[in-house]
Antibody, heavy 116, light 112 residues
Framework: EVQLVETGGGLIQPGGSLRLSCAAS????????MSWVRQAPGKGLEWVSV???????YYADSVKGRFTISRDNSKNTLYLQMNSLRAEDTAVYYC??????????WGQGTLVTVSS | DVVMTQSPLSLPVTLGQPASISCRSS???????????LNWFQQRPGQSPRRLIY???NRDSGVPDRFSGSGSGTDFTLKISRVEAEDVGVYYC?????????FGQGTKVEIK
């Protein structure tokens, strides 16, 4: 079955760090463009970061310098390392596969809550 | 960034009746390759988003044919020919032509 499963969310204090994982099955992460998209509670969708099949990475201005996207080809897994977390980073984080410049496959999401 | 503006933001509909959502972009979404990368997503309550439409009018696999997309340039529309109970949720347009990809604010579809 083709699917994405995110893990790693939780409650973290402001300034802290967290690493999210997204395990893929049924397709190869490294052959696709893979993104993280987040959704603050009760709000809309916001693109966060992308890693291209060639390895190039890009970030939204709101997370640049604090978040790092990566992948482990041997584990077919996508990651998002989040440092210097702020209250405004509180959201459900989805990993998503890009196809035709849109997202054709989404994970179930993992909730990150930044609060003291 | 390209701003995507949806209307209405709330759409009460009667079961079996049609529904229409508008999405306008602040810039043309025609890419240099001739394609227009406009997507529509459905997010049912408590679920992840699901793509319905890509490149303006192409339905994703498994999407019922009561959903259709149309438009060009900066003006796009998602239509549901006959609303069913399972269509309740929030619908988002998203442009993939310009970097970064941006979403509309969402339109909440509910049953009257």
């Amino acid at each position: 079955e083709v699917q994405l499963v995110e893990t790693g969310g939780g409650l973290i204090q402001p300034g802290g760090s967290l690493r999210l994982s997204c395990a893929a099955s049924g397709f190869t992460v490294s052959s696709n463009y893979m993104s993280w998209v987040r959704q603050a509670p009760g709000k809309g969708l916001e693109w966060v970061s992308v890693i291209y099949s060639g390895g190039s990475t890009y970030y939204a201005d709101s997370v640049k310098g604090r978040f790092t996207i990566s992948r482990d080809n041997s584990k077919n897994t996508l990651y998002l390392q989040m440092n210097s977390l702020r209250a405004e980073d509180t959201a459900v984080y989805y990993c998503a596969r890009e196809e035709d410049s849109g997202y054709d496959l989404w994970g179930q999401g993992t909730l990150v809550t930044v609060s003291s | 960034d390209v701003v995507m503006t949806q209307s209405p933001l709330s759409l009460p509909v009667t079961l079996g009746q049609p529904a229409s959502i508008s999405c306008r972009s602040s810039q043309s979404l025609v890419y240099s390759d001739g394609n227009t990368y406009l997507n529509w997503f459905q997010q049912r309550p408590g679920q992840s988003p699901r793509r319905l439409i890509y490149k303006v009018s192409n339905r994703d696999s498994g999407v019922p044919d009561r959903f259709s997309g149309s438009g060009s340039g900066t003006d796009f529309t998602l239509k549901i020919s006959r609303v069913e109970a399972e269509d309740v949720g929030v619908y988002y347009c998203m442009q993939g032509t310009h970097w970064p990809k941006t979403f509309g604010q969402g339109t909440k579809v509910e049953i009257k």
